[in-house]
Nanobody
Framework: QVQLVESGGGLVQPGGSLRLSCVASERIVGIYFMGWYRQAPGKERELVAR???????NYADSVKGRFTISRDSAKMTVHLQMNSLKPEDTAIYYCNLQLGSLDYWGQGTQVTVSS
């Protein structure tokens, strides 16, 4: 059972930056996706950004140009650099590892953007 541990959430003012990190407990061999989803109160969980084991990434339209996902495959770590944060980015951010038909989730980290 792969475990995902997130870090880096917190409170930030609009226009500020945060960096989230997630590390997997095991090294994965093969094709997989690691990324970030978020869920705001009263809303469904949505994809923020993810990166494939080969390096290709994709982003939600709402974060393009502001967020950057990166990875260290040797350390099974993925980072999400979030710049120009907006109040609507406020949510619980969950790390996700998708391996074939299996989905693994972190416990979530709160990101609050408020003045």
């Amino acid at each position: 059972q792969v475990q995902l541990v997130e870090s880096g959430g917190g409170l930030v003012q609009p226009g500020g930056s945060l960096r989230l990190s997630c590390v997997a407990s095991e090294r994965i061999v093969g094709i997989y996706f690691m990324g970030w989803y978020r869920q705001a109160p009263g809303k469904e969980r949505e994809l923020v950004a993810r990166i494939r084991s080969g390096g290709l990434s994709n982003y939600a339209d709402s974060v393009k140009g502001r967020f950057t996902i990166s990875r260290d495959s040797a350390k099974m770590t993925v980072h999400l650099q979030m710049n120009s944060l907006k109040p609507e980015d406020t949510a619980i951010y969950y790390c996700n590892l998708q391996l074939g038909s299996l989905d693994y989730w972190g416990q979530g980290t709160q990101v609050t953007v408020s003045s």
